[in-house]
Structure formats: structure tokens, C-alpha cells
């Protein structure tokens, strides 16, 4: 079956960095997304990984392992505009528009 | 320049009603894609649609929901018989290309809410 996994829920101080996780089992893989949804807006483009390794743009980073199943996206500098849902979705060969979505990660941001 | 424009921003509607979403893509986006989302859940496909063409449905119930995107005015989603396990927010997204790396762009969403 098609599965990805992030945690539900994170918590992190302004100013920090904050990894979030994102583990895969999907028939097919081609990239992975990441996006940004704030509550009650659409979601918002941040990265794609098509090769291994760590991407950077800014104060946002992804990394990605195709062997292991698993990216992550790293927030630098966290600012209070950062709390957000953070949406891990992978595109597969077999059907590339089709993408499979995780269900997000609601990271709070605390002064 | 405007982005995926989504109306109504929020519907309620009874029991056995229909909605109809709508969506404006991007201006010379021809690619449309409807997503469902419960709470606590990620993006679902639901179709995939061109100019006067549906390419893929699979991901819609093959009851009551129907979609279009005509040759001029926006994508349509219709959901007739409505029931409260339709209840959720539909997301349109839209992309010049269709490809494995073509980023989509989403609209604002239209949540869905029956009584």
C-alpha cells in the first residue's frame, strides 16, 4: 500500500531550528514535496527532491534518502510566520500526477 | 496576477442538497486537479482534468460527484445528495504542464460543511 508518515505535531522556540520528519513506502517514486499550509489557506509550494541529499533555500532545507524512504525539512531561524502545517507528498512513477500526501505536521512556533 | 481562485469559501448546506464548487486556475494554467481533505488528514486526488476533458477520476467517488472544466469559465465540482460524510475542504490545483515535477498551485479551498 501507499503510506507517509510525519508526526502529527511539533513545538519549537522563535529563533531555533526545527526538523521535521517524513518517512515513505509508496509503489513508485519519483521526487518528494514539501509544502506549507497555513490554517485555513492553501498550500503553498516549498521543495522538491528528486536526487539524495540536502537542497537548501534560505532558511528552509530539505534532505532526502531514496534508499531509506525518508526526507526531512529543516526550518532555520524560526520566525512566529512559520507556524504552519507542513505537508510531506510524494510523486510516483506510475502515475505522475497523482501525488500521495501525508497528512501534515502542525509545527507551533513559541516566543 | 492572481492566483487559483476557489468560490465559495465556505458552503453549508442540508442533507441531500447539491454543492457546486468552482474554480478559477491561474490564467494560462490548462492542467486542473480537485483534492479532498478531512480534518486531521492529508490531500486526497480526487480527478484530474483539461479543457473539455476529464483525464482522470479514479479518485472520485463514482457516486454523486461529478467534475467538469469547460472550454470557457471555471472547473466545476458537483456533489449531489449531499451527505455529513462529505463534510471537508476541496482544493483545486492547477499547473501550465502536467509532469512528475510540475508544481501545482492551490487555491484558497472551499470548506464544506453539511448539516
Known amino acids: 500500500g501507499q503510506n507517509i508518515d510525519q508526526p502529527t505535531e511539533m513545538t519549537a522556540t522563535e529563533g531555533a531550528i526545527v526538523q521535521i520528519n517524513c518517512t515513505y513506502q509508496?509503489?513508485?517514486?519519483?521526487?518528494l514535496f514539501w509544502y506549507q499550509q497555513h490554517a485555513g489557506e492553501a498550500p503553498t509550494f516549498l521543495s522538491y527532491?528528486?536526487l539524495d541529499g540536502l537542497e537548501e533555500k534560505g532558511r528552509f532545507s530539505s534532505f532526502l534518502s531514496r534508499s531509506k524512504g525518508y526526507s526531512y525539512l529543516l526550518l532555520k531561524e524560526l520566525q512566529m510566520k512559520d507556524s504552519a502545517s507542513y505537508l510531506c507528498?510524494?510523486?510516483?512513477?506510475?502515475?505522475?500526477?497523482?501525488?500521495?500526501w501525508g497528512a501534515g505536521t502542525k509545527l507551533i512556533i513559541k516566543p | 496576477n492572481a492566483g487559483v481562485m476557489q468560490n465559495p469559501r465556505h458552503l453549508v448546506r442540508r442533507r441531500g442538497q447539491e454543492a457546486r464548487l468552482r474554480c478559477s486556475p491561474v490564467?494560462?494554467?490548462?492542467?486542473v486537479y480537485w483534492y479532498r481533505q478531512l480534518p486531521e488528514e492529508g490531500l486526497k486526488f480526487m480527478v484530474y482534468?483539461?479543457?473539455?476533458?476529464?483525464?482522470?477520476e479514479s479518485g472520485m467517488p463514482k457516486e454523486r460527484f461529478s467534475a467538469e472544466f469547460p472550454k470557457e469559465g471555471p472547473s466545476i465540482l458537483r456533489i449531489q445528495q449531499v451527505v455529513r460524510g462529505d463534510s471537508a475542504a476541496y482544493f483545486c490545483?492547477?499547473?501550465?504542464?502536467?509532469?512528475?515535477?510540475?508544481?501545482?498551485?492551490f487555491g484558497p479551498g472551499t470548506r464544506l460543511l453539511v448539516l
Open positions: 507528498a510524494v510523486s510516483r512513477g506510475d502515475s505522475n500526477y497523482q501525488l500521495i
Open positions: 490564467k494560462g494554467h490548462s492542467h
Open positions: 490545483a492547477s499547473s501550465p504542464r502536467q509532469g512528475e515535477s510540475e508544481t501545482q498551485y
Open positions: 482534468l483539461q479543457k473539455e476533458n476529464i483525464i482522470d
Open positions: 509508496t509503489s513508485g517514486f519519483n521526487g
Open positions: 527532491n528528486v
